[in-house]
């Protein structure tokens, strides 16, 4: 099929060769004025090899085998879809290592968000269509146009199918991440999508409806589908060894833990999430930009990883000691976050690469990093999307969504490449042959340490048999000593057909604990071809590695044999402690989930540990999934029948976490439970150990069709319970959960007096519970009415609260609006909730109330806005820093007192923000500093903030750090100030001069 093209895209843009000097003079000042904008990991160099008018909007770049650059270009984000995407060609001419002529390969596309070299083509992601375009013609331009792929969602671009990618299983892997609900581009992005198929293909597997939002992978020649556990939102990537990664706003790193081939084996088996988040900085860490001037958004997570992207593994030995790093884009805060990952049982670790910085930062605003790609030359090769604005609009005001301002800068965009100092410059633009190359150069390839030329290699040995012959290749791998070269040999292999169960054998007896994990994966393809296969992985339960340990219990699942359960049973005790391979264990556990749970209470109950207590969660929440009501009520009598014991209260409350768990599934109801509802009933005592107890009414409170009259015998002894606080506070918990089952308006008055600074907080969260479920309306009155009682826990339960229902948001926004509750103690992921509400009269109510706290307005902040307009002097500002705020607070947890927010977070704030807080403290107090005023019932008077809190006190520290503990029952009342502790006129204490150098302190 051929492409309609437009004149001016079916040019020939001839750049650099023909520039005049004028112009080559300017394109040098460009390259010298971004590169001079970078602070970059120490050791290494960046080049500037193409920018615009070259390229504009990139997003993507491939490198085929013959040398020849492509570059994806996305010029419709954010709400463009008439079809202005285009790939180009680069080409360096001049062979100095810089791009100077592009070429338009395609366009007409839609949102393209990712580009792969395939066949003699390349395959290309514009939702809702994985397309492969090919020029047949030699004319530089693709005239054969193939739907292979199509029903993925046409949704908001930040989430839409991306970054096809050539996996080491011979399969294309799609990052995915779903359809997502507007509510500002109703008109362009409402599709929900299809069934994802090939179209060429009736009879070829189908995916569910935009592939529920799953990660997808395919083989087009052999018309193969599949839907995967994880997700990605932009981009994916690989380790050495296949692990597959991802990343998505917040969550910068994660990976797929378990493949959802083993998931579905068990359909009683309930997995929240194959995924797991591996940074151990967390999600939503802490960044360091040097932004100068950013402009952030109204709903910016400003400070934090919150757009990250592109994720990319490094594979190539040219950065020496980077063999082990992954790469984010982080465009909203114009950077580029490195992690280094280390194996961490079934899956992995990741830490910053630097402490305190980032690998790569840009002090221009519009720098915009969104992917990454490891060249030929083993150089990473950045691409930075060059906008003013990439925030979508469903995250943006109402004013810069109209504002006119949403394309800036689509007519730019750069690709930078990134190398050790002293690298050579960029040599290998149309001067690769991989073709042309011999069959026992090609194969050596192979075991190359960049990840291009094995990936690359693999690919064309696959899809080409004339190129290295099977005996060749059967005699590379059958001789090589390089793990990768041998790992990639013997996928090639698979991929021709021509695999051998002796060279799988090798494989699983392989020094590189790599191989032997791939082995395993690639025996469990052919355990039927080859049964002796399992005799071999049989006995590799004792293996070193716990991944390779991992692989090989999940690949047992496929193996019923007497030897395989026992080899099943002896991995899953050696590493029970790892939640993964509890997962893999009852993942080949289908239909027997009651028997491996009695059989491991018998052998583990009296070796209580963390891991062990899960395991027995997670069995018995399958086995209540499977519907066997005989064995989950013969599990119930045995775990609360007779006496209670403290030492087996650890794994029968563990047990009964599980079936509360999967309640719903198991076909037990109020109306069929009587016997087990009894049971359950009797544990609210104070001789049934707490843990036990909990969990049977949280069990009971669950139970399908539970109403009050099932529970009128035990309402009135849990009120009384509740109310008596000579009782222990997890009692009266116990008894206020029950209550929320009680549906009688009688009991709120009398649990209204339980929300009270007297009472423990469990108390207090527990009475609000009950009055929610009883009535909701009633709650929110009780919160709002309380509020400047409430500490700060009760206060972050009861807003919980008002947030979770639509008459809560407007009860609360209701009271910010009349002053009754500060805005300030709405803490901001909860403000983003509220003015991105899917209800309409909520979210507009949110913006104009909560959107602000950022306007700095006020004749003193005129006054000092000087001080923003000229670079202080950070030592002189440590100094003003000393004398003025040290009394309060610290900086980056050092110096000073801990008695007001730690002033290190707030560098990444807008200094104006900064300037506005400083000269007027009680415009946004600080959650969790709030000022308390609090009487004693012996009249004394404290004044400070709540340093920590239990269930029988609460201690209040004074501006001098001073802790003072109090008894709850001896507070006769509290009540947050809306006054700030920082003092007002701080501004008469300070120059303009010294506010200038103390902001310059506080953003270094």
């Known amino acids: 099929m051929t492409f309609k093209q437009t004149f001016v895209f079916s040019l020939v843009i001839v750049l650099s060769s ?4 004028g112009d080559k003079e300017e394109d040098e000042q460009l390259a010298e004025k971004a590169l001079a904008s970078f602070d970059l990991y120490e050791g290494l160099q960046i080049e500037l090899i193409a920018s615009e008018p070259l390229v504009a909007d990139p997003v993507a770049m491939e490198v085929d085998e013959l040398g020849r650059t492509y570059v994806l270009e996305m010029h419709g984000y954010p709400l463009d879809l008439s079809g202005s995407g285009v790939i180009k060609q680069l080409l360096d001419t001049d062979t100095d290592g810089q791009f100077d002529e592009a070429v338009v390969f395609a366009d007409g596309l839609k949102l393209p968000t990712g580009l792969m070299r395939w066949k003699n083509g390349l395959v290309v992601v514009d939702v809702p269509d994985v397309l492969y375009l090919e020029d047949t013609n030699g004319d530089g331009k693709a005239d054969r146009k193939e739907v292979l792929l199509t029903g993925f969602a046409v949704t908001n671009p930040q989430h839409i199918a991306n970054t096809p990618m050539y996996g080491l299983d011979n399969w294309i892997y799609v990052a ?25 293909n009736d009879k070829a597997p189908k995916l569910p409806i935009d592939a529920n939002g799953r990660n997808v992978r395919f083989i087009p020649d052999f018309f193969q589908l599949e839907m995967l556990s994880g997700e990605s939102q932009y981009g994916q990537t690989f380790d050495a060894w296949g692990h597959h990664f991802g990343t998505s706003n917040a969550d910068h790193l994660f990976t797929e833990v378990i493949p959802a081939r083993y998931l579905a084996r068990n359909p ?22 040097i932004t100068q001037n950013p402009a952030n958004q109204l709903l910016t997570d400003v400070g934090v990883i919150t757009s990250s992207c592109g994720v990319t593994w490094y594979q190539a030995g040219l950065i020496k000691g980077f063999e082990n790093v992954t790469f984010v884009a982080e465009p909203v805060h114009n950077l580029v976050h490195a992690d280094r990952v280390i194996a961490k049982g079934a899956s992995f670790r990741a830490s910053r690469l630097v402490e305190n910085k980032e690998f790569l930062a840009s002090t221009d605003a519009w720098f915009r990093p969104v992917q990454f790609y490891v060249g030929p030359d083993g150089a990473l090769y950045m691409i930075d999307y060059y906008r003013q604005i990439v925030e979508h609009p469903e995250w943006m005001s109402e004013e810069v969504n109209n504002s006119g301002a949403l394309y800036n800068g689509s007519n730019q965009g750069r690709i930078y490449r990134i190398s050790p100092k002293g690298t050579a410059p960029m040599n290998w633009a149309g001067s ?58 013997l996928w090639a292999l698979e991929g021709r057909g021509q695999l051998t169960a002796e060279l799988i054998e090798r494989g699983l007896r392989h020094k590189a604990a790599g191989v032997r994990e791939n082995a395993i994966r690639l025996a469990e393809i052919h355990l039927t071809a080859w049964p002796t296969l399992a005799k071999t992985l049989v006995g590799m339960s004792g293996d070193s590695d716990a991944r390779v340990r991992f692989q090989l219990l999940c690949t047992l699942g496929f193996v019923d044999t007497k030897e395989a359960t026992e080899a099943r049973n002896q991995l899953l005790r050696q590493d029970i402690n790892d939640r993964w391979v509890q997962v893999a264990a009852l993942s080949a556990s289908y239909g027997k989930e009651s028997e491996l749970l009695s059989e491991t209470i018998s052998t583990l109950a009296n070796s209580p540990s963390e891991g062990t207590a899960m395991f027995f969660s997670n ?31 650890w794994w029968k409350s563990a047990v009964l976490r599980g079936i509360d768990g999967a309640v719903k599934n198991s076909g037990l109801r109020a109306g069929n439970a009587v016997a087990e509802m009894r049971l359950l009933k009797a544990q609210l005592n104070e001789k049934t150990p707490a843990e036990v107890r909990a969990a049977s009414v949280r069990l009971l409170t669950h139970l399908p069709g539970i109403e009050a009259s099932h529970l009128a015998d035990v309402q009135e002894k849990a009120l009384q319970l509740a109310l008596n606080g000579g009782a222990s506070p997890a009692l009266r918990t116990d008894a206020l959960l029950l209550l929320t089952k009680s549906a009688n308006g009688a009991y709120i008055d009398k649990l209204s007096t339980l929300v009270s600074a007297q009472e423990p907080d469990d108390v207090q969260e527990g009475a609000i519970n009950a009055i929610v479920a009883i009535n909701n309306q009633a709650a929110s009155q009780l919160i709002v009415k309380s509020w400047s009682s409430l500490t700060p826990d009760i206060r972050d339960h009861a807003m919980g609260h008002l947030l979770n229902s639509e008459s809560g948001s407007h009860a609360l926004l209701d009271a910010v609006d009349a002053g009754s509750i500060d805005q300030a103690t709405i803490a901001w992921p909860r403000k983003v909730r509220l003015m991105n509400s899917y209800t309409d009269g909520i979210r507009k109510k949110a913006r104009r109330l909560l959107a602000t706290n950022n306007e700095a307005p006020g004749e003193l902040v005129k006054k000092y806005q000087q001080a923003l307009d000229v670079k202080g002097d950070r030592v002189a500002g440590a100094a003003v820093f000393k004398a003025n705020c040290a009394v309060c607070h610290q900086e980056g947890g050092e110096g000073g007192s801990s008695f007001g927010p730690d002033l290190g977070t707030i560098r990444n704030r807008d200094a104006s923000f900064i300037l506005a807080d400083i000269i007027n403290p009680n415009r946004s107090i600080a959650d969790g500093f709030e000022t308390w005023e609090l009487k004693t019932s012996k009249g004394e008077q404290l004044t400070g903030v709540i340093a920590s809190e239990t269930a029988s006190s609460l201690s209040i520290k004074d501006p001098a750090g001073n802790l003072t503990t109090v008894n709850r029952n001896e507070i006769e009342s509290l009540k947050a100030s809306d006054v700030s502790a920082m003092p007002t006129g701080f501004e008469n204490s300070i120059s303009v001069e010294q506010m200038s150098d103390l902001i310059a302190y506080l953003k270094r």
């Open 432 to 489: 690769i042959d991989i073709p042309a190359m011999t069959s026992d150069e090609i194969v050596t390839l192979l075991g190359s340490d960049n990840i291009w030329w094995r990936r690359n290699v693999q690919r064309l040995i696959v899809a080409n048999e004339a190129l290295v012959p099977n005996d060749v290749l059967i005699d590379y791998v059958a001789s090589t000593e390089r793990a990768v070269g041998f790992l990639h040999g």
């Open 619 to 649: 069995c018995a929440a399958a086995m209540a999934t499977s519907g066997n009501q005989k064995a989950i009520s013969e599990m119930l009598k045995k775990v609360l029948s007779g006496t209670q014991d403290q030492s087996d209260a």
């Open 176 to 200: 995915h991440q779903g359809m997502v609900t507007p509510k500002v581009s109703v008109k362009e992005f409402s599709d929900e999508g299809s069934e994802v198929h090939y179209p060429a």
């Open 18 to 21: 023909c520039a005049s000097q």
């Open 268 to 289: 009683n088996l309930v997995v929240a999430d194959a995924m797991e988040n591996i940074p151990d900085h967390g999600s939503a860490a802490e960044v360091f930009p």
